[in-house]
């Protein structure tokens, strides 16, 4: 799967994230948000290195459950998970070298 340009709406719940075999990015942020708009060219460099990962991309905010679940505090929060566990974040990227590296985690 390939970069998602669109936060969803909808967001999965926990346990279908945790269930997720392989390796999946999670996006948290939200499309009128300075920095997630200014972290997206990064985003989908790094993804693009990155052919066969998923990335879900998931509208945050108050109310919004799966965020709280990760304890996300900031947008964009960039979560890499590996067959349901957190193998690392990173918190307002700012360059694809930095994404990338959470990538090869």
Request: proline share 7%; net charge neutral.
């Amino acid at each position: 799967m390939s970069y998602v340009a669109k936060y969803q709406e909808t967001a999965p719940d926990r346990a279908e994230i945790d269930a997720l075999p392989g390796a999946v990015l999670i996006e948290f942020g939200v499309d009128w948000c300075p920095h997630c708009q200014g972290a997206q060219s990064s985003i989908e460099t790094a993804l693009g290195a990155q052919p066969g990962l998923r990335h879900i991309k998931v509208e945050d905010g108050p109310g919004r459950r799966l965020g709280r679940t990760f304890r996300v505090k900031l947008w964009p929060t960039l979560i890499f998970m590996r067959d349901g566990q957190e193998i690392g974040r990173v918190v307002r990227p700012t360059s694809t070298q930095e994404i990338s590296e959470l990538l090869a985690g």
